[in-house]
């Protein structure tokens, strides 16, 4: 899987990777991804204004 290469290699922070997800992960799922190195977790459906204003968190 690439999330595990990324956080085997060292290379998930350097990374700004954002999950967008339908489906039901738990709150410790989301948790232990976020302490390997992901930024951040939406849950769909999102409002677009959400999508923005984690995209202008990158710039």
Not at 7 to 36: M, P, Y
Not at 45 to 57: E, F, G, N, T
Request: with cysteine; hydrophobic share 40%; net charge neutral.
């Amino acid at each position: 899987m690439w999330f595990e290469e990324l956080v085997k290699d060292g290379n998930i922070n350097k990374q700004k990777i954002v999950l967008f997800t339908a489906s039901s992960v738990s709150d410790i799922e989301i948790n232990n991804l976020i302490k390997k190195g992901v930024h951040s977790c939406l849950r769909k459906p999102v409002d677009i204004d959400a999508v923005l204003d984690k995209v202008s968190q990158f710039q």
